[in-house]
C-alpha cells in the first residue's frame, strides 16, 4: 500500500478476528500502542467515525480510540484495558453504526451512563463516569475487546439482513 496509514485497514463485519478476545495491555505493550495511535486516528477520520478498536485494525489488544469530534472540536481520547465497573439502569435507544459495518445502523438499546475503570498512556489507573454519546461509543467499543459487534444487540432476523447486505456490498467492490 501506497497510503501512509501502512498496511493497516478496518476488517469488516465477517472477518473472524473481529470475534476474538483482545489480550491485556501490559506496561511492555504501551510503546506499540502510542505508535499505532496516530495512524488508528487517521483511519478513523478518513473513514468518518467516532470510535475505533484495535481489534478492527487486526491488532489484538485492549485498548481503542475516540474521538466524538463535538462542535467540530477534535479531543482525542484513548483507552486502555477498559472494564466497566457500573452501569446504569436507566436504558436508551440510539441508533448505531460500526466501522466494520460500512453504512449498516441499527437501534440498539444500552444503559445510559457508565463507570469505567482503565489505564492511560503512561500505565495510570483511570476512572471516568459518563454518559450521553461517550458512554454509547465507550460500551460500543469495550464490546469489540470482547468479540461482540453491535448486531450482536439486535434480534437474529435484523442481524442476518445487515451481514447480507454486508456481503453483498463486499462483492460488488472486490
Ligand atoms: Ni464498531
Given at each position: 500500500?501506497?497510503?501512509d496509514?501502512?498496511?493497516?485497514?478496518v476488517l469488516?463485519?465477517?472477518?473472524?478476528?473481529l470475534r476474538?478476545k483482545t489480550k491485556?495491555v501490559?506496561?511492555?505493550?504501551?510503546e506499540k500502542?502510542?505508535k499505532?495511535l496516530p495512524?488508528?486516528?487517521e483511519i478513523m477520520?478518513k473513514?468518518?467515525?467516532?470510535g475505533?478498536?484495535?481489534?478492527?485494525?487486526g491488532?489484538g489488544l485492549?485498548f481503542?480510540?475516540?474521538?466524538?469530534?463535538?462542535?467540530?472540536?477534535?479531543?482525542k481520547i484513548?483507552i486502555?484495558n477498559?472494564?466497566i465497573?457500573?452501569?446504569?439502569?436507566?436504558?436508551?435507544?440510539y441508533?448505531?453504526g460500526?466501522?466494520?459495518?460500512?453504512n449498516?445502523?441499527?437501534e440498539i438499546?444500552r444503559?445510559?451512563k457508565?463507570k469505567?475503570k482503565y489505564?492511560?498512556?503512561?500505565?495510570?489507573?483511570?476512572?471516568?463516569?459518563?454518559?450521553g454519546?461517550?458512554?454509547?461509543?465507550?460500551?460500543?467499543?469495550t464490546d469489540?475487546l470482547?468479540?461482540?459487534?453491535?448486531?450482536?444487540?439486535?434480534s437474529s432476523?435484523?442481524?442476518n439482513i445487515i451481514?447480507?447486505?454486508?456481503?453483498?456490498?463486499?462483492k460488488?467492490h472486490h
Amino acid at each position: 500500500m501506497n497510503n501512509d496509514t501502512g498496511t493497516l485497514s478496518v476488517l469488516i463485519a465477517n472477518n473472524p478476528f473481529l470475534r476474538k478476545k483482545t489480550k491485556i495491555v501490559e506496561k511492555v505493550d504501551l510503546e506499540k500502542v502510542k505508535k499505532l495511535l496516530p495512524v488508528m486516528f487517521e483511519i478513523m477520520y478518513k473513514a468518518g467515525g467516532i470510535g475505533l478498536a484495535a481489534p478492527q485494525v487486526g491488532i489484538g489488544l485492549r485498548f481503542f480510540i475516540i474521538d466524538l469530534m463535538k462542535d467540530n472540536q477534535s479531543e482525542k481520547i484513548t483507552i486502555i484495558n477498559p472494564e466497566i465497573i457500573e452501569k446504569s439502569e436507566e436504558l436508551k435507544s440510539y441508533k448505531e453504526g460500526c466501522l466494520s459495518f460500512p453504512n449498516q445502523y441499527s437501534e440498539i438499546v444500552r444503559p445510559e451512563k457508565v463507570k469505567i475503570k482503565y489505564i492511560n498512556l503512561e500505565g495510570q489507573e483511570q476512572e471516568m463516569q459518563t454518559d450521553g454519546l461517550l458512554a454509547r461509543c465507550i460500551q460500543h467499543e469495550t464490546d469489540h475487546l470482547d468479540g461482540i459487534l453491535f448486531v450482536d444487540h439486535i434480534s437474529s432476523l435484523k442481524r442476518n439482513i445487515i451481514m447480507r447486505k454486508i456481503i453483498k456490498e463486499q462483492k460488488r467492490h472486490h
